[in-house]
Nanobody, 126 residues
Framework: QVQLVESGGDLVQAGESLRLSCVAS????????MGWYRQAPGKQRELVAV???????NYTDSVKGRFTISRDNAKNTVYLQMKDLKPEDAGVYLC????????????????????WGKGARVTVSS
């Protein structure tokens, strides 16, 4: 069973920094794409940052220049470094991954899967 577990959420003051981590575990052959989404109260879930297997990244406009997404392929882990946090950055940050999982890749026993973590709460006080 594949799962994503986030960590690093906390209560911080505006202007401070925070780093979120998300570890993927289970029978994983490859991870094509990993991303961070934010769910704020009363708002739609939005994509904050994404990183694909080649290392290319993309960010929502509101976090460009302040957030950095990175991944450690050997550890199946993605990070979100957040700097100069603002109250509007608050919410539950959910990790998402598109990956290949299965029992025996050489025998063709694999399939694509999209997985979500349960989220890490980030609170920013002004």
């Amino acid at each position: 069973q594949v799962q994503l577990v986030e960590s690093g959420g906390d209560l911080v003051q505006a202007g401070e920094s925070l780093r979120l981590s998300c570890v993927a575990s289970g029978s994983i052959f490859s991870i094509n794409r990993m991303g961070w989404y934010r769910q704020a109260p009363g708002k739609q879930r939005e994509l904050v940052a994404v990183i694909i297997s080649g290392g290319r990244t993309n960010y929502t406009d509101s976090v460009k220049g302040r957030f950095t997404i990175s991944r450690d392929n050997a550890k199946n882990t993605v990070y979100l470094q957040m700097k100069d946090l603002k109250p509007e950055d608050a919410g539950v940050y959910l990790c998402n991954a598109n990956l290949i999982t299965g029992n025996d890749y050489d025998e063709g026993d694999y399939s694509g899967m999209e997985v979500w973590g349960k989220g890490a709460r980030v609170t920013v006080s002004s």
